[in-house]
C-alpha cells in the first residue's frame, strides 16, 4: 500500500527528494491541468508549476497540515500564476469590436480541436478571480469551504465570482456550440 | 425536561464569569446550574454558555434563555445516546443541531454504525443545515447515509451540502421554478 | 454525470464546457520533472556547503513545529454587502455573542473582517448599526431560538 500524502510530507521534511517526487507526481495532472487554464499558456504554465513545485520543496516546513498537502501546493502554484498573470501584458481583452468580427468570419465551428480553442480563448477572457473560482470550483470540483481556505475569499464573494464567470461563458460561447 | 426536575439544588461547581457579568442574577445562576449540570454529566459546557449570550445579546427574557439552553442539553444528551460515550465534544454540538434540525436519534446512531472509525462533526453539520434549509429529510437522510456508507470524506459532505442546500441546482424546487435574482443579491429572507 | 452545482450555472452548453475542461488532456508539460532537476542540483551544491549549520538550522525548524500548546486556526473571511449602514458586526458563539468583539471595516458599502477559528461549528449573525440582525446570505441558516435570524458555519480540518 502506497504512502499518505503525510507520511511523504514527513520523509521530504527529512530531506528525501525521492519522496517528494512521489508526492508530487500523485498530484500533477490537477497541478498541470489548472495552472494550464489559468495561463492559457502550456510555456506559462510550465513555468508557474515548475517555480511552484521548488517553493514548495524548499519551504516544505511551512506545511502545517501534510495530510492537506496538496491543498497547500495549490495555494503555492495559484500565487505564482497569479503573479505572472500580473506581471504580463493584457493579450486578449474584452472587445465587442473583436467578438463581433469573430463571429462574422469564423470558421466552422463543430470540430472538437476548434470547440477546445474557443474554451480556451473564453477562459482567458474571463477576469482572473473570475476564471480561477470557475475553475476549482467546476473543474476542480473543490467546495466552497475548499476555494474560500485557499484563496482567502469570502463564500459570498467566490459564489458571485463563480456566477458571473458562467453568465461570460455562456455569452461568449452561445454562438459557436452546437449542442 | 429531564435533568433537574425533582433534584434537590446541586451545589454550584463553579461561576462561570462571563454569565454573571452579562445575564441577570436570577438568570445567571440557572443557567449557571444547567452548565454545572452537564459538567457533572460530561457534556460539553461551552455551547451553553455560548447559547445563554446569544440570548442576551439579542435582548431575550429570561425564560426564553433558559428553555434554549435547556433544550440544548438535552439534546446533547440525546446525542450522546445516539453516538456513544466516546462522542467528541464537535460531534455531540453538531448531533445536538441535527436533532433540533428534525433528524431522530436512531438515525444519528445509524451514522455512527456506519461511520464507526471517523469524526461525525461534519456528516451530522451537514444533515442539521440541509434540513435546516428545507431539504425534504427523506432525499437528505439518503444521501447522507449512502456516503457514509461509501465512505465519503468531509469534503464531500461539504459538496453534498453545496449541490442540495438552499442555491444548489441538485435541490428540488417547487414548479414553477422560483423566479432569478441577479448575481450578488443575497437570498431573500426566509419567512 | 456532469455535476454543476448552482442552479443559475446550469446550461447545456456550460455542462459540455466543464465536460470538456475536465477530461481533455492539457499540453505535456515538464514541470515536474525540470523541479526535481533544479532541486537535485540545488541539493548537491549544498552538500558543498557548511553541512553542520544547514543541519543545525533543520533541527531548530523541526522542534518549533513540535512545541506544545499551538492550537491551530483557519483563517474565515466574514462578508457582507450594506451600503446603508455606518456600522457592522460579526457577533458569534465565536466572540461570546459581544457586539464590539469583532467590528467589519468598510469599503464602499462592502463590509469584511477576517477572524481566526478553530475547527468547530459556529451561530452567528451580523449586527447592522447595533440595532438590525441579519443572516449571512452565503452560509447555511441555524436554528432560531431569539426570533431573529442566525446563520451557522462549519469549519473543518
Redesign the interface.
Known sequence: MSASDAELVGRVRGGDLTAYAELVTRHRQRLERLAYHLLGDAADAEDALQDALMRAYRSISQCRHPERFQAWLLSILMNRCRTRLARRDAVVRDSPARDALERAGGPDLSEAGLWREEIDRALSRLAPDQREAFLLKHVEELSYEEIAALTGASISALKMRVNRACERLRDLLKDVYHG | MLILLGAPSPPLLGQEARLAARLPHGTAVEVQRLVDSAARLRLPTEPLIQKALEGESKGADSSRIMVAVGGLLARMDTARQALGNEASEAELVAGAAALRAGADPGSVHTLRTLRPNRSLFVPLSVLADLLSDGVPASQVWSSVRDMASNGASDAQFLRLRDRLGRDGADRPRPLPPAPEHAPGEASPERP | MV????????????E???R???S?R??E????E???A???RD?RWRRWAIASAVVAA?LV??LS?RLPGRR?T??????L?APGSRAVAV???FN????AADPLTDLDGEW?V?LRLR???Y?YAYLLDGRH?A?????????N??????S?I?V??
Open positions: 455535476d454543476v452545482d448552482d442552479d443559475r450555472d446550469s446550461s447545456p452548453l456550460l459540455a464546457l466543464v470538456e475542461l475536465r481533455a492539457v499540453p508539460s515538464r514541470a515536474v525540470a523541479a526535481l533544479g532541486l537535485a541539493r533543520a525548524l523541526g513545529l491551530e483557519l483563517p474565515i473571511r466574514f462578508e454587502r457577533v458569534g458563539d461570546d455573542w459581544n457586539p469584511s477576517t475547527p468547530g461549528r451561530r440582525w443572516p449571512d446570505a452565503a452560509t447555511p441558516r441555524a436554528d431560538d431569539f426570533n431573529t435570524p442566525t451557522v462549519t473543518a480540518n
